[in-house]
């Protein structure tokens, strides 16, 4: 017979490109963070490749959400917790410009060694066990995050 302790269910939550209000600018972290404070020192953006690799962009508050879902619902499993929509650093330029009210100027550079090239999360079983459904645009979150950073 297995007691409580065995029968704890455990999620392990896979999480991709999270940004946000309160992330702090590093050298080695997020693109969006970098992004700002090179804004903010009237520098260029260096982007590295063509700009057309993707990522999957998810904003904190949707973390938070999916967190809390799988508590609720006591899931067990892996999880890809993002939103399952590959934007490319191009589009991420385009979505600060939106934000800040200019045309950035831009530094393009050779692709990093190593780097991947697009990133995009499977997030049906997330979808489908956890009712995850992100809310927070790219669009929306980078307003949200530049408005935050520039306090």
């Known amino acids: ?18 940004y946000g209000r309160h992330q702090r600018f590093n050298p080695y972290g997020n693109v969006l963070p970098i992004f700002a404070e090179r804004i903010k020192n009237n520098k260029e953006l260096t982007i590295y490749g063509d700009g057309n690799q993707t990522r999957d962009f998810i904003d904190v508050r949707d973390v938070v959400a999916a967190n ?49 090239r697009d990133s995009v999360a499977n997030m049906q079983k997330a979808k489908a066990q956890l009712n995850f459904t992100p809310r927070i645009t790219l669009e ?10 520039n306090r």
């Open 1 to 18: 017979m297995l007691g409580s302790y065995y029968d704890v269910r455990v999620a392990a939550l896979r999480y991709f490109n999270v």
């Open 68 to 116: 809390i879902l799988a508590f609720e619902k006591q899931a067990a499993g892996a999880f890809n917790i993002a939103t399952g929509t590959a934007s490319t650093i191009n589009q991420l330029v385009r979505h600060i410009e939106a934000a800040v009210g200019k045309k950035l100027k831009v530094s393009p550079q050779p692709p990093r060694q190593g780097e991947v």
């Open 140 to 149: 929306k979150g980078v307003k949200d995050y530049l408005g935050w950073f």
